[in-house]
T-cell receptor, first 107, second 112 residues
Framework: KNEVEQSPQNLTAQEGEFITINCSYS?????LHWLQQHPGGGIVSLFM???GKKKHGRLIATINIQEKHSSLHITASHPRDSAVYIC?????????FGTGTRLQVFP | ETGVTQSPTHLIKTRGQQVTLRCSSQ?????VSWYQQALGQGPQFIFQ???????GRGNFPPRFSGLQFPNYSSELNVNALELDDSALYLC???????????FGPGTRLLVL
C-alpha cells in the first residue's frame, strides 16, 4: 500500500463544474502539499498546509489531521485547469508523493 | 530572483552508459532534492543535499550519486544505466528547515 493515496486517478469535467480530488496518507507528516504538473513536466506548488483550509482564487485545499485526509477543490473549472494534480506529504525533510490525478476539463 | 533551472532538457543514452544531470538552485537556497518520476507515477525521492553533504536518501542504489557545489548548484550522476532509469528527473531547491520546495522543469532521460 502506498503511503500517499489519491483518488480519482483520472477525472474529466465540463467547464464550470466543481471538482474535488482526494488524498489520504498513512505516515506522520509535517505538512501536506498540493502540486500541479503540466504536460511539459514542470511542477508548481499550489498549497502547503498543516491544518484547516487555504484558498487561492478558485482553488481551495483542506486537511483533516485526525483522519489523515486532504481534499483539493476547484470551483468553476476551466480548460486551463487541465493538468496532473499531485498530493505530497512532508516527512523528515523529504516529500512523499501520491501518483497524481489527471484532470481534463472540456469546454 | 531566478528560478530553478535544469540541464539538459532531454537526453538519450544507451544501457550501461553514465549520465550527469545538472540543477541550478533558486537564488539563496542551500538545500537541493532530486526526484525520479517514471511515466504515469508520482515522483520518488532520490536524495537531498545540504551544504555539499548528502542529507537523506531514498531507496535508490549506490549507482545514483550526487554532488552539491559551493554555489549550491547540484549534479545527479547515474552509472551503469538501466532501461528502468528512463524517467523525468526533477530537482527542487529550498531553504533548510523550510517545507516549501521550488521545482525545476526536469530532465527527461530515455535509456535505450
Amino acid at each position: 500500500k502506498n503511503e500517499v493515496e489519491q483518488s480519482p486517478q483520472n477525472l474529466t469535467a465540463q467547464e464550470g463544474e466543481f471538482i474535488t480530488i482526494n488524498c489520504s496518507y498513512s505516515v506522520g507528516i509535517s505538512a501536506l502539499h498540493w502540486l500541479q504538473q503540466h504536460p511539459g513536466g514542470g511542477i508548481v506548488s499550489l498549497f502547503m498546509l498543516s491544518s484547516g483550509k487555504k484558498k487561492h482564487g478558485r482553488l481551495i485545499a483542506t486537511i483533516n489531521i485526525q483522519e489523515k485526509h486532504s481534499s483539493l477543490h476547484i470551483t468553476a473549472s476551466h480548460p486551463r485547469d487541465s493538468a496532473v494534480y499531485i498530493c505530497a506529504v512532508g516527512n523528515t525533510d523529504k516529500l512523499i508523493f501520491g501518483t497524481g490525478t489527471r484532470l481534463q476539463v472540456f469546454p | 530572483e531566478t528560478g530553478v533551472t535544469q540541464s539538459p532538457t532531454h537526453l538519450i543514452k544507451t544501457r550501461g552508459q553514465q549520465v550527469t544531470l545538472r540543477c541550478s538552485s533558486q537564488s539563496g537556497h542551500n538545500t537541493v532534492s532530486w526526484y525520479q518520476q517514471a511515466l504515469g507515477q508520482g515522483p520518488q525521492f532520490i536524495f537531498q543535499y545540504y551544504r555539499e553533504e548528502e542529507n537523506g536518501r531514498g531507496n535508490f542504489p549506490p549507482r545514483f550519486s550526487g554532488l552539491q557545489f559551493p554555489n549550491y548548484s547540484s549534479e545527479l550522476n547515474v552509472n551503469a544505466l538501466e532501461l528502468d532509469d528512463s524517467a523525468l528527473y526533477l530537482c527542487a531547491s529550498s531553504l533548510v528547515g523550510s517545507e516549501t520546495q521550488y521545482f525545476g522543469p526536469g530532465t527527461r532521460l530515455l535509456v535505450l
